[in-house]
């Protein structure tokens, strides 16, 4: 068990060369989670749609709930996760993908040829979802909060979106899908609670997450890290929380 500042920085070092760890690896568990994207796109979509899927990744997730659509496309601006999410559909025979590598910013499909379109923990662009999408075709999406980690960023005194008021980009997207030409627009929003069983978990989450940026750099950091161990360890593991909102706008 990892105990002291200097175990904090070794484990950190030696991250890159633990073979096989990826964040399914992680010993982590939340209360109060209300709903995931595709959960809710399942409910959403019906078996005749196509959907477009935005900062696809390794495809994980969406080939998961391919067969409750027609067909999917993926599109990412990394060409190693667009690599990656073939090869993940290769290996699962899924024959109703295909992923491509692409900016969201400038998507080379037709005007109109979806029915649905979802975006996880992307960027996204409004004017490009409304020509994108048919009449009456919804866009979901789902985005980490700015007071996600809150207690982790209060003491490291940095961090992804701190020191933004909570809820602040929800509001500039609902803005900005509204300008686009989006006339029905709902958003959700949940804040859970997370606990990870090891400081190992906590240390592969801030080195492979931009929660508190360039952790690691400084030595500070894993003092600070430990004092926020110290303090926020609980029988259920160290505690934190998890901040996310949906946003549902139908053309």
């Excluded at 105990?3 to 568990?29: A, H, I, P, R």
């Excluded at 929003?189 to 989450?205: Q, T």
Aim: with cysteine; charged share 30%.
């Amino acid at each position: 068990m990892i105990q002291t500042e200097k175990e904090y920085q070794d484990f950190y070092n030696k991250v890159e060369s633990l073979v096989g760890w990826d964040f399914s690896c992680l010993q982590q568990t939340s209360e109060g989670v209300e709903w995931e994207l595709y959960d809710v796109l399942k409910q959403k979509c019906k078996k005749t749609d196509v959907l477009l899927d935005l900062g696809t990744g390794g495809g994980e997730k969406i080939l998961k709930v391919s067969a409750e659509l027609k067909f999917i496309f993926g599109i990412d601006i990394s060409p190693d996760m667009i690599k990656t999410a073939k090869r993940n559909q290769t290996n699962s025979n899924i024959s109703n993908a295909r992923f491509f590598e692409m900016d969201a910013e400038k998507i080379f499909f037709p005007d109109e040829m979806f029915n649905v379109i979802t975006c996880r923990h992307s960027y996204f662009f409004p004017k490009e979802l409304y020509r994108l999408l048919e009449k009456g075709g919804i866009f979901l999406t789902q985005q980490v909060g700015e007071a996600d980690k809150i207690n982790i960023k209060n003491e490291f005194g940095r961090g992804q979106y701190f020191g933004i008021e909570d809820g602040s980009a929800m509001r500039e997207h609902v803005k900005n899908l509204q300008t686009a030409g989006f006339p029905q627009i709902k958003t959700f929003e949940y804040n859970a609670v997370e606990y990870y069983s090891r400081a190992e978990d906590l240390i592969f989450l801030l080195k492979h997450t931009p929660i508190i940026e360039n952790f690691g750099n400084e030595k500070e950091d894993f003092i600070i890290l430990k004092k926020f161990i110290d303090k926020h360890t609980t029988n259920k593991g160290i505690q934190t929380n998890s901040k996310r909102y949906m946003i549902i706008a139908e053309k």
